[in-house]
């Protein structure tokens, strides 16, 4: 039994002649302690396929079993981190975590949840704003208190929405490598998504496209045979990388070429663009 | 790219000069001393200029009154009492002055009269409160009601008494309003049952509102002898001006930003922490927003509501003025109508200061 399985999901918004399909015909099985990337093109519908794994939203038809269970509602053992930030505007940075950090571990003291949270605010490198309300933080560092907020509830899977985009390469790097740490740590399942292939390649396990929309589904998986831990310096010189990378970036031109001449609708491209690693 | 401007700012001559003279400047610069020096003078000279022109206009309305007292004199009782008409006017008799708009001297000298008035009250109010100090103290010993003080109400009593019924009508709306709100904001079936009955009353009238409280009140005083003006004025205030909080109040709660919810299920937060940590903090600005409306609007419709109650504010003070047709009351009136004006404005002030400060979002409340 598969970890997590999406059998022939669709799903659409609206009704009757104003609906539109978004996903059609998605089937994807990720294993326990398997790290996933899917990059998509933007407006795609990866959002949406990511709020239907976390049972925000619910298929239109076809099933999504966590643990062989039907998803039916939100569940703490699968940790979210929104790609808007979703944070709490009248909330501190702080409290933010901890308001999240109190519902997953209901019975702790309070003393053991406020160390957490220092914690988990101190590895995203935040203990100076602490106290800071997100109106006063970057988008930056908003997306960090975001990340510390679904990673310091310990969640069985980690689901990620485009979630170091509004970084600087060293944050980013940073925090890449604190994912990665906590996901391996205790074998935790990652579910990622991206628009910058690199990143991808350097975290995952396997990257799968999602199409352009609509009825976006997903491509041919791209199996990622780097041993781990990886060093970004060296992912440069690995063959096994660029060999990777090409092919990728080829699909994805590829389909984005393709969806052009179909519809003659410009779609905005990814960042994909060589992206050099050392900061 | 920091960096280069950086470097180039250092490269400047004298680039050590300007510590210095940061340091030597007082806190605000110049422009903003400027500027505030330029608000201000607009607002004086824009003070001044209505005061003029209100003086002007006054005097001509005074000068339309006065030719035709004179006009009239003369047409009904001959050139003589026309004469005699014109002196007297000239004279500054009170008893033949025409009565019309009072300038802008005459409102200030009422306005003076007004306090003087309140002082002379407050001693008369002492002294009699000492002189019944013995005889209520008995009073109170045999277990009867001491003697109050029933004489005429002064200028800033009336003022005060207004202003209670204002908060009374506020807190009472502020009490009605926003836990309906919040429970009907958080039901969609109970919004559309209650929306009708919102748009039917909402428009209502103050005087209808106190009409409607006046039949209702005076049926529970039944018996009672205690003078009720109070209450019902305060309750018709209330029901008037509690529609804008409690239509805000569900728009806020019903309308929270989707991201709010959807992390509040993530976090599976329980209904009553999602009200109280999600729905309320995030709709609380809207509250605010119609409760300074609720709050203006109760100030607004006061006058009226005081008027038909016979509640001694400014409503009846304004309203006995004007019947009373004695030779300040248009000055008295126009007084009140200042006062009323301003306390309005600093109501408002007041409430937009803690609609900011409950804001996250400063900017959002203009
Ligand atoms: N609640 C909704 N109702 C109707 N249409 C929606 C809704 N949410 C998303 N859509 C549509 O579904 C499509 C996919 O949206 P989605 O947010 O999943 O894209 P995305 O891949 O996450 O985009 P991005 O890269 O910009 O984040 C878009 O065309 C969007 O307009
Ligand atoms: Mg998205």
Redesign the interface.
Known sequence: MAYLELNNVYKTYGEGTDSTEVLSNINLTIEEGEFVAIVGFTGSGKTTLVNLI???LKPTSGEVLFKGKPVI????ER??I?Q?Y?L???LTVGQNVY??VK??FPKEKKSVLNQRVRDYVDMVNLTPAFNK?P?ELSGGMRQRVAVARALA?DPEMIIMDEPLGALDALTRGNLQDEILHIWSKDKRTALLITNDVDEGIYMADRIIPLKPGPNATLGPEFKIAIDRPRDKTALNDNPNYKKTRNAIIAYLMDIGEERKSVSATEYVLPEIAPKSFVA | MEQEIILKKDRQPFSFVKPLVAKLTPKFNRGDLLGSLKKTGITVISILLFIGLWHWGAKALYDVEADYKIEKALTERGAEAAAAERACIASGDSSCQPNTLPSPSQVWASLQSLIADHKIIKADKAAFVEKMAATNAKLTAKGKDPIVYTGRASFIDIVFTSIRTVFAGFLLALLIAVPIGIIIGLSAPLRSAFNWFIQVFKPVSPVVWYLLVFMIVKTLYIGDSTDNAFVISFISVGLCAMWATLVNTAMGVSSVDK??I??A?????GTF?KVF??IL??S?PLIFTGLRITLSVAWMVLIAIELLAQSQGLGLFVWEEFQNGANDSNSKIIVAMFVIGIIGFLLDRFMLTVQNMVS???NEAV
């Open positions: 976390n049972g925000l509602d939100t569940s703490h940790g979210v929104f808007n979703s709490l505007p009248w308001m999240a519902e997953a309300r109106k509830m | 991201d709010y959807n992390v299920k993530v976090l599976k937060l922490q940590k999600v903090p995030s609380l996250f979002n400063k």
